[in-house]
């Protein structure tokens, strides 16, 4: 089995900024592609960021120029950057991972609140 982890959500400003991280472990032999999703209350989860393992990016539209994605593959780690945070980024944010351990599977985090708000 493997877990994910994150930590880094919170209360924030509009204009601010937060840093999300995602610790992997558990049977890891791969780690393929990973990322962040979002879910804000009545809406569906969506796409923020994806990262694969040679460090190709993929942003939302509505992240580019304010989120970055990167990792550690060393530290089976993902983090988002988040910077420039508006009410409407408000949303449980979750990690995502492709792995390889005893099968191919993925695998989600518990999700770590983001609340962007004066």
């Known amino acids: 089995q493997v877990q994910l982890v994150e930590s880094g959500g919170g209360l924030v400003q509009p204009g601010g900024s937060l840093r999300l991280s995602c610790a992997a472990s558990?049977?890891?032999?791969?780690?393929?592609?990973m990322g962040w999703y979002r879910q804000a209350p009545g809406k569906e989860r969506e796409l923020v960021a994806a990262?694969?393992?040679?460090?190709?990016?993929n942003y939302a539209d509505s992240v580019k120029g304010r989120f970055t994605i990167s990792r550690d593959n060393a530290k089976n780690t993902v983090n988002l950057q988040m910077i420039s945070l508006k009410p409407e980024d408000t949303a449980v944010y979750y990690c995502n991972a492709d792995v390889t351990g005893v099968y191919r599977k993925v695998y989600w985090g518990q999700g770590t609140q983001v609340t962007v708000s004066s």
């Open positions: 558990g049977i890891i032999f791969r780690l393929n592609a």
């Open positions: 990262i694969t393992s040679g460090g190709n990016t």
